[in-house]
């Protein structure tokens, strides 16, 4: 099966960032709208022991366009990168922090 490709991909790597997903999560959203073109997140849960993976989890499921993928321990930032490139089906990869 053929994946379709979006525009922009944009991976956040997490580390216990509950107190950020949701805020982080409509700021992304705000201005992917703005720009009119297709999109999709991509969180990397980095072996959060917060409420991280939850809160994503719960984005994902009501956001056809938010994604994760989850640790099973920290494996530190350029990995949690790499895996995030690594989903991608975006023309355009854009990396942002999950701590604002």
């Known amino acids: 099966m053929k994946q379709i490709q979006t525009d922009i991909s944009v991976v956040i790597p997490v580390f216990n960032e509950e107190n950020n997903i949701e805020l982080l999560y409509s700021r992304i959203i705000e201005v992917c709208k703005k ?55 975006g023309k355009y990869i854009v990396f942002i922090d999950a701590d604002l």
């Open 35 to 89: 720009i009119n073109l297709s999109y999709e997140l991509i969180f990397v849960n980095d072996g959060s022991f917060d409420n991280s993976l939850e809160l994503i989890k719960h984005i994902s499921d009501t956001d056809k366009n938010v994604k994760f993928i989850d640790f099973s321990r920290n494996f530190g930032h350029q990995i949690a990168i790499t895996a995030g490139m690594d989903k991608a089906t």
